[in-house]
C-alpha cells in the first residue's frame, strides 16, 4: 500500500486513485454522508506537484459514494508535514472552515494519516462550524512509531 500511495502522491500515477476510491469507499461505514471533503494540500505541494491528490482522491471516493463534494476546508500556511518528526507533525495544520456546515454529516477523505493530526484539525474546523457528525477515510496509515 505504501509504495501505491507514494505512486500516486509523489510520481503522478493517477491511474491508482480510482481503485483506491473503490476501496476507501467499500470501507466506509453505512452512515448518513451529506458531502465529501478534503484537508488541502499546502500552496507548496500544489506548486510542486500541480495537484492535490487527497482532493482526487476524496473526488473519487464521492463519485463511489454517489454524495456530493466541496472544498470546505482552507490551509493557513505553516510548516510542511512531510519530512517532520512525529512530535512535529502532532502539532498538525491550521485549517478553517469556508463556510457553514450546520447539521451536515461531512466526511473528510485523505490519502494518508501519520498522526491523525490534519484529520483532528479538520473535524475541529468542521465542527466549529456546526456540523452534526464527521467521519473520516484514509487510503491508508502510517504505522505508529515504536516505543522503547
Do not use: F
Not at 451529506?34 to 500544489?46: E, K, Y
Not at 466541496?70 to 495544520?93: E, F, N
Amino acid at each position: 500500500m505504501r509504495e501505491l500511495v507514494a505512486h500516486t502522491k509523489y510520481r503522478a500515477a493517477r491511474s491508482s486513485i480510482r481503485w483506491l476510491a473503490e476501496a476507501v469507499a467499500a470501507a466506509c461505514p453505512a452512515q448518513p454522508v451529506d458531502v465529501v471533503t478534503w484537508p488541502p494540500a499546502s500552496v507548496a505541494r500544489l506548486r510542486a506537484h500541480g495537484v492535490d491528490h487527497a482532493g482526487l482522491l476524496a473526488r473519487a471516493v464521492a463519485r463511489h459514494l454517489d454524495r456530493p463534494v466541496r472544498p470546505l476546508l482552507d490551509r493557513m500556511p505553516g510548516p510542511a508535514q512531510t519530512g517532520a518528526s512525529w512530535a512535529q507533525r502532532r502539532a498538525g495544520p491550521q485549517l478553517r472552515a469556508l463556510q457553514s456546515v450546520r447539521g451536515m454529516n461531512v466526511l473528510i477523505v485523505d490519502d494518508v494519516a501519520t498522526t491523525g493530526a490534519t484529520l483532528t484539525a479538520a473535524a475541529r474546523a468542521l465542527r466549529d462550524q456546526g456540523a452534526a457528525t464527521i467521519g473520516a477515510a484514509t487510503a491508508t496509515r502510517t504505522p505508529l512509531p515504536r516505543r522503547a
